[in-house]
């Protein structure tokens, strides 16, 4: 479990310092929109990632106290429930900072843009796939009605625990687009020219 | 406060609904996406929207449950903390919200969409509104560190009420973009033709 923690503690230190990357190359973007509708789409993302920075701001803290005393700390304390809660909405945050760089990547093809943000976004999926890992271990583990409810109540139990998945939908069906149907065919597809910044 | 905690659950309940609503209009144009931009913008948004009505299904009940028993509850508990964090949470949840209507808005001009979403725009708005008054006004009272600790560690103390305003931001400048002041000179602006769907 310390172990666990510790690779959480790093892998949310890491995005801190990503998201001051990306407000930087968003800053300008904002700032010289030509459109409303542009400002707009900036701003939000720059926002959301703002709230999620205050958020890590006070996590980080919390958990780093929890790990300096993770030998003999009580994992069935409210402390820890609610760290486990904070640690499943950190994960939907890092989840929304990967997509928020994939959208970006539409529309930053230069070079400089190109080159921070790819990498920025190859780190965040890795450390995402290992968060989702270690939270559903840790779900499993210390959450033990998630596991034994049942069926119908494991949705409201998983979104108690501030754990549903938000990356598998069923709802939403996810069919191949036009366009990558004809990508996988060899066809050139001009990509969506919205804001071009 | 009853009246407070009263007037916060029937707002939340009702961006509740809306969020179905909402919901049900992105389905099909994430459906029918043309390109892998236009759905991954949509679906983006639809899994923050999915985010935010999973946390409410869990924030709801906790918040009727002190109202419940509003008349003797004791509101300097870890219970009511915890439950002014959510709010904290879920005003910035109903601020994403409202900006992600906006932001369909420039796409959805259709008078069908268009009829459906002004209304909750506009209604999201004024909920937004209130909800941010009475936080102030409960954050004050009951937070009483925000009010009486030294300027430096303001918005430390702020963000661990979750408390920190997003949408007063001095990072970036709030500049009029040049299709605003081209509008504001009355010249004809083309509109942003990005997925248009």
């Given at each position: ?8 503690y790093d ?17 300008p ?16 993302i720059?926002?959301?990632e ?15 106290g ?15 429930i609610t ?10 945050g ?42 559903t ?7 033990p ?32 687009t ?20």
């Amino acid at each position: 479990m310390q172990q666990d923690l510790s690779v959480l503690y790093d892998i949310f230190s890491r995005t801190q310092a990503s998201i001051g990357g990306f407000m930087s190359i968003l800053t300008p973007v904002i700032t010289n929109a030509q459109t409303e509708h542009e400002r707009l789409y900036f701003h939000h993302i720059y926002e959301e990632e703002e709230q999620r920075l205050d958020r890590l701001a006070v996590f980080l803290p919390k958990l780093a106290g929890f790990l300096e005393e993770a030998d003999t700390a009580d994992y069935s304390s409210t402390t820890f429930i609610t760290l486990l809660q904070d640690i499943n909405l950190e994960k939907f945050g890092l989840h929304n900072f990967l997509e928020h760089l994939e959208l970006s990547l539409f529309e930053f093809q230069d070079e400089e843009r190109a080159g921070t943000l790819q990498p920025m976004q190859e780190t965040t999926r890795s450390d995402y796939l290992v968060v989702k890992e270690i939270l559903t271990r840790i779900n499993e583990e210390f959450l033990p009605q998630v596991n034994h409810v049942k069926i119908s109540d494991t949705h409201a139990v998983q979104s108690a625990a501030h754990g549903h998945e938000h990356d598998h939908h069923h709802e939403v069906p996810s069919v191949p687009t036009a366009s990558l149907v004809a990508a996988r065919k060899g066809l050139s597809v001009g990509s969506l020219k919205s804001f071009r910044v």
